[in-house]
Nanobody
Framework: QVQLVESGGGLVQAGGSLRLSCAAS????????MGWYRQPPGKPRELVAT???????NYADFVKGRFTISRDNAKNTVYLQMNSLKPEDTGVYYC??????????WGQGTQVTVSS
């Protein structure tokens, strides 16, 4: 099992920045890929960005050039740096870890609200 705790959400004006953190504990050695998803109000959850254990990254088109995913292996923490935020980035952001067996682990979510 892997436990995830997110932090760093909040209220920010359009054009501002936030950094989300996701601290992992438990069976970290089983994790192959880590990522961030979000769920805008009234919409389904969607992929934002992922990073593999090897460091390869992938981003949704709507965040390319604005968001950066990174990780600190020593701290078992994944980050999402969000710049040039837009009102449409509002939603609950969830941290995800996927094991080599394709088991998905989720954090509790952190609210990001971008005001216009």
């Amino acid at each position: 099992q892997v436990q995830l705790v997110e932090s760093g959400g909040g209220l920010v004006q359009a054009g501002g920045s936030l950094r989300l953190s996701c601290a992992a504990s438990g069976s970290i050695f089983t994790v192959n890929a880590m990522g961030w998803y979000r769920q805008p109000p009234g919409k389904p959850r969607e992929l934002v960005a992922t990073i593999t254990r090897g460091g390869a990254t992938n981003y949704a088109d709507f965040v390319k050039g604005r968001f950066t995913i990174s990780r600190d292996n020593a701290k078992n923490t994944v980050y999402l740096q969000m710049n040039s935020l837009k009102p449409e980035d509002t939603g609950v952001y969830y941290c995800n870890h996927r094991s080599y067996r394709l088991d998905d682990y989720w954090g509790q979510g952190t609210q990001v609200t971008v005001s216009s």
